[in-house]
């Protein structure tokens, strides 16, 4: 009998293993058809997410310190779309971030992976709160719950405030209850199955970054307006 449940379980390892590497297979060859070489597909991420608000200066940000890193960046997304813009009243500032996949151009495990809690914290961030879910109420309704977090700079500048939310299709991406740093690899594995079995679909990684408690943006016309646009990207929650 034991010799039997050895072989069984040799057996079932054995399964295992080759459709991990069938998966992994079909998820790179998806992939590579997506891939930086071929050209991105922009939805006017730009123009969906107010250039101009009332009473606040508006300004768009790279996502590097120079056009190397910007390049870098840019590789290590391979985002079709995306917009990073700061908007500043005095000494506070909110700004979003909205990244754009068009289906099977990155697998969900490569965009979760760029979540603040691994990229800043491994750029010497410090994370001083984190909650979930957090429920963000605002004029144009209730979005679906997102990721608090408070984080420090390394240079010791204002803290800042951050809500984040990964989009793949009409779903949220469960990253579970606590800190992000790694994803695990049952996440990885259960990600591999959904791939292979539902096909790839477009994802969105949107981000609201504040250096007051949202709570104090929450009425301001501005605030409300990147919320309603971001609520129209498919963050509210009547669409769930």
Request: overall charge positive; proline content about 5%; some cysteine.
């Amino acid at each position: 009998m034991k010799t039997r449940s050895k072989i069984l379980i040799f057996g079932i390892a054995t399964v295992a293993l080759g459709a991990a590497l069938a998966l992994q297979t079909v998820q790179i060859r998806d992939v590579k058809r997506g891939d930086v070489t071929s050209p991105a597909q922009p939805i006017g991420l730009g123009k969906k997410v107010p250039e101009t608000l009332v009473g606040w200066s508006a300004q768009d940000q790279p996502l590097g310190a120079n056009e190397s890193l910007r390049s870098a960046v840019e590789r290590t997304l391979n985002y079709d779309d995306y917009v990073f813009r700061s908007y500043t009243r005095g000494d506070t500032q909110f700004a979003v971030y909205v990244a754009y996949w068009t289906a099977g151009r990155m697998p969900m495990e490569k965009v979760a992976s760029h979540t603040p809690d691994r990229c800043w914290s491994e750029n010497g961030w410090s994370c001083n709160a984190m909650r979930y879910p957090e429920i963000l109420d605002s004029e144009a309704g209730r979005l679906k719950p997102a990721y608090w977090r408070i984080f420090t700079p390394p240079s010791m500048g204002p803290k800042q405030y951050v809500l984040y939310w990964h989009l793949v299709g009409d779903e949220l991406y469960d990253y579970g209850g606590g800190f992000n740093q790694r994803l695990s690899v049952l996440r990885w594995w259960s990600d591999m199955l959904r791939y292979a079995f539902t096909g790839s679909q477009e994802q969105f990684f949107i981000r609201l970054t504040s250096t007051r408690p949202f709570e104090e943006l929450r009425g301001d016309a501005g605030f409300e307006a990147v919320v309603a646009a971001l609520a129209r990207l498919g963050l509210s929650s009547r669409q769930q």
